[in-house]
């Protein structure tokens, strides 16, 4: 259930609940609900869901909710809901909803909703809506709705 100050390496259809101060590399058909000053490396067909001064590299059809002060960087056919004073790189067929001092490079085939005090760059066959303080370079077949103190190229 939990390991404190140590490595858990591999849990495989079962659950890991929680990490703190140690690696938890990989679970396989399960649950990884927390890791706390540590490093998640993948979630397959399972959750994560929070990541608080780590990273978490990828999640592969499932959910991951929110990663503080650190990386998310690629969600396949899942959701990612919000990034803060971190990157998030890549959205593939799901949503983007929120991304605060930080970058949000390509949403494809789904929605992109706000962009404070970062970038945006482009938004293919998808919903752009606000970008304040940064840049918005490329809407293409879709809708771009506001840009204030920015830019708006194409």
Avoid: F
Wanted: cysteine-free; overall charge positive; aromatic content about 0%.
């Amino acid at each position: 259930m939990e390991v404190t100050n140590g490595h858990q390496t591999k849990v495989t259809n079962g659950h890991q609940t929680k990490v703190t101060n140690g690696h938890q590399m990989e679970v396989t058909n399960g649950h990884q609900t927390k890791v706390t000053n540590g490093h998640q490396t993948k979630v397959t067909n399972g959750h994560q869901m929070e990541v608080t001064n780590g990273h978490q590299t990828k999640v592969t059809n499932g959910h991951q909710t929110k990663v503080t002060n650190g990386h998310q960087t690629k969600v396949t056919n899942g959701h990612q809901m919000e990034v803060t004073n971190g990157h998030q790189m890549e959205v593939t067929n799901e949503h983007q909803t929120k991304v605060t001092n930080g970058h949000q490079t390509k949403v494809a085939n789904g929605h992109q909703t706000k962009v404070t005090n970062g970038h945006q760059t482009k938004v293919a066959n998808g919903h752009q809506m606000e970008v304040t303080n940064g840049h918005q370079m490329k809407v293409t077949n879709e809708h771009q709705t506001k840009v204030t103190n920015g830019h708006q190229t194409k």
